[in-house]
């Protein structure tokens, strides 16, 4: 079911374009310039983009565009050779991923990264970690402080499980889960960082179409309920015109276009690299 975005882009300062909703706000999300070579190869060259605080983009483009050494950039498993990613206004230079996560950026990934012998409520609780503040001492000594902290992070996983109706599941173990269960969990453990922006990788991949439906169901409910900011690598070409707000596309590690989707829909730059030149050349 194709879902209209809930605001139209309109254009910053910058000549970048946000939903009208998040105009008045600082961007959660801007990355200036963005570079990345591998020995001789660049992989990723002049990327910049900039993402509204409640906004739902995609970043779209054929198989080896790029697309997820982006993603490894925004998050600092990849140092870039040039260029520069803030997050909330800060500088994420130098930081480490799991810094760049307390700074409030979160993923998902192309292949499912759980905890498979771990039950769901225990995969939910890794991604707590940032809200944990008992250290080694206390877990040892099960002093109260600790008690009260393990019962508290029951507590939220219990919350957020039960947003996708999964809480049902919580002893389960993650692995025994259906593919479409273990994927709705890897976003569950993202939000449980607290993000302000969830970057999704591919999170429709290998889902049939009702599984798919109800992913736009939830990504939409997301940005809604918890008023985060989330970026979205999808081949489903119907899930993302139908959910993004803002599209940027990349080929050959360069983007080609930005815009909202019928603009992106109607680009021939887009067209010619998902289809070829129709004249042949």
Same mark, same amino acid.
């Given at each position: 079911m194709e879902r209209k975005p809930s605001s139209r882009l309109v254009p910053l300062p910058s000549n970048a374009f946000v939903p009208?909703?998040?105009?008045?706000?600082s961007p959660i999300l801007e990355a200036r310039h963005l570079g990345i070579d591998f020995g001789g190869l660049t992989a990723v060259d002049d990327f910049s983009l900039i993402i509204g605080r409640t906004e739902i983009a995609g970043l779209i483009? +054929?198989? &080896? /565009?790029?697309?997820?050494?982006?993603?490894?950039?925004?998050t600092n498993v990849y140092r870039p050779t040039r260029g520069t990613i803030m997050?909330?206004?800060?500088?994420?230079?130098?930081k480490s991923t799991a810094q760049v996560n307390r700074m409030g950026i979160a993923r998902t990934f192309q292949n499912?990264?759980?905890?498979?012998?771990?039950s769901v409520i225990d995969n939910v609780k890794v991604g707590l970690h940032n809200e944990m503040k008992e250290n080694i001492f206390d877990a040892m000594t099960h002093c109260f402080g600790f008690r009260r902290a393990e019962?508290?992070?029951?507590?939220?996983?219990l919350e957020l499980l039960d947003f996708f109706k999964m809480a049902d599941l919580a002893g389960t173990?993650?692995?025994?889960? +259906?593919? &479409? /269960?273990?994927?709705?969990?890897e976003i569950v453990r993202a939000l449980a960082t607290n993000p302000s922006i969830l970057l999704l990788d591919e999170p429709a991949a290998g889902m049939n179409p009702s599984e798919t439906s109800e992913l736009m169901e939830n990504i939409a409910l997301i940005r809604d309920t918890f008023q985060i900011a989330i970026l979205l690598i999808e081949h489903d070409m119907n899930l993302v015109m139908g959910i993004c707000e803002g599209i940027c596309v990349l080929n050959y590690g360069k983007v080609i276009a930005k815009g909202s989707p019928d603009e992106i829909k109607s680009n021939p730059q887009v067209i010619e690299a998902y289809l070829g030149r129709k004249d042949g050349k």
């Open positions: 009208e909703r998040d105009v008045d706000k483009g +054929p198989n &080896g /565009a790029g697309k997820t050494t982006i993603f490894n950039l925004l997050l909330d206004g800060y500088n994420t230079y130098g499912i990264r759980l905890f498979s012998n771990m019962r508290m992070a029951n507590e939220r996983a173990p993650a692995g025994s889960l +259906p593919y &479409g /269960a273990q994927r709705r969990l």
